[in-house]
């Protein structure tokens, strides 16, 4: 319901389909509502949050040691230390995911930002719509661009997608060798057929072949 297009909202206005005059402060309304829920409300939690895990991060690696034996002396150091260091690496993870939003979005949410506030004021050019499609444009990459962070900085991710990739590649290639198997097979008995000839032939004088499941069985029909 925060996007602009309701049924109720548009008509015909001069020949064209748009929405109407009397209901488009309506409009404007949710485009705002649009900017906080989308935009601002994000940036801020993130920035905040962010913030707060990397001074956490700062704290944890200036004093390891004491951090550690302070709130876990009774746990084994060495599982510790390596559940701490799985913990910073996710952590460093998600870090690059938020940063990665709040930079490819920046553009689109500045300019979006501005036009609700002062666009009314000013006649929009043609320069600032453009400006608008393109970072709106980049601003859609941010929604594809998390599995590539995945790829670069999560090793574990990177392992379990080459261990996919290998498994599909497996698959393929028995696949073809599958069917390669039986090409080889009839292009290496050229016979084939001339045989099924012979055994078509032998059923008409008086021996007969029955089809069993361990090979062939010879008998003999006399007529």
Sequence with gaps: LIYSYLPFLIGIVNGQCFSLKHLRWINEL???????????????????????????LRRMKQSPHEFLFRNHSQLNK???????????????????????????????????TWRLLYGHKIVETKLILLLEKYFHSIYQISFAINFYIYILFDSKF????????????????????HSSFYDNEDSLNPNHSSNCEQFQLMDRNSPCTILTTSGFAFGFKYK
């Design 78 to 112: 060495i599982r510790e230390i390596t559940r701490r260091n799985a913990s910073r690496k996710m952590t460093k993870l998600l870090l690059a995911v938020s940063t990665s939003y709040l930079i490819i979005c920046a553009p689109y949410a500045s300019i979006h």
């Design 158 to 177: 990177r392992r379990e997608w080459k261990r996919l990739f290998m498994k599909l590649k497996i698959n393929i290639c028995h696949c073809f060798r």
């Design 30 to 56: 949710m485009d705002i509502v649009d900017c906080f829920v989308v935009f601002l409300i994000p940036y801020i939690s993130i920035i905040v949050m962010n913030t707060i895990i990397l001074i956490s």
